[in-house]
T-cell receptor, first 113, second 111 residues
Framework: SQTIHQWPATLVQPVGSPLSLECTVE??????LYWYRQAAGRGLQLLFY??????ISSEVPQNLSASRPQDRQFILSSKKLLLSDSGFYLC????????????FGPGTRLTVT | QKEVEQNSGPLSVPEGAIASLNCTYS??????FFWYRQYSGKSPELIMS????GDKEDGRFTAQLNKASQYVSLLIRDSQPSDSATYLC???????????FGQGTILTVHP
């Protein structure tokens, strides 16, 4: 069966510090991968999606970036965090088309202070 | 602009009642719809998928799709306190890519 891991589970970082969040998927090959952010009390905002290694699309211009160095690994990064980057970061995967069912990881709760 | 909208709630029902959650969408070409459940502080969990008009039942959950009215709903029968969560409706529309999520409806089932 497929499983998805994210780490760390929680993170407190000062403004201006770098960020690296990692997501890995097990039990499937060539998944589509997604990064979402959910701000407190708000909906899910798609940040990036990827259909393959080094194939990443950005949905919103911001100070975040994503990379996919391996088939089942997706990394979200920032060089300098902003207060507005606080939120619940969710990685998700799907197979087949990008329009199919997506399955979410446990998430990383980021607080920028 | 393609949108997915949910009745804002919050919705409160007594234990054992039927909870009805509703979602409308603007993209007439949408072919698939998903319902996710999100407990407080947790990530969304896929609970139902529906692709064709009509009803789809899974245990206490029934998803209903009406493409003519651009309306999808989720019924929870015999609601339990453990059903208390935020329910998210999502659809990819017709664009290649990404699910569009509604804002969610908070459901509280009180004993």
């Amino acid at each position: 069966s497929q499983t998805i891991h994210q780490w760390p589970a929680t993170l407190v970082q000062p403004v201006g510090s770098p960020l690296s969040l990692e997501c890995t998927v097990e039990g499937t090959s060539n998944p589509n991968l997604y990064w979402y952010r959910q701000a407190a009390g708000r909906g899910l905002q798609l940040l990036f999606y990827s259909i393959g290694i080094d194939q990443i699309s950005s949905e919103v211009p911001q100070n975040l970036s994503a990379s996919r160095p391996q088939d089942r690994q997706f990394i979200l990064s920032s060089k300098k965090l902003l207060l507005s980057d606080s939120g619940f970061y969710l990685c998700a995967w799907s197979v087949g088309t990008l329009s199919g069912e997506q399955y979410f990881g446990p998430g990383t709760r980021l607080t920028v202070t | 602009q393609k949108e997915v909208e949910q009745n804002s709630g919050p919705l409160s029902v007594p234990e054992g009642a039927i909870a009805s959650l509703n979602c409308t969408y603007s993209d007439r070409g949408s072919q698939s719809f998903f319902w996710y459940r999100q407990y407080s502080g947790k990530s969304p969990e896929l609970i139902m998928s529906i692709y064709s008009n009509g009803d789809k039942e899974d245990g206490r959950f029934t998803a209903q799709l009406n493409k003519a009215s651009q309306y999808v709903s989720l019924l929870i029968r015999d609601s339990q306190p453990s059903d208390s969560a935020t329910y998210l409706c999502a659809s990819p529309g017709t664009s290649y890519g990404k699910l569009t999520f509604g804002q969610g409806t908070i459901l509280t089932v009180h004993p």
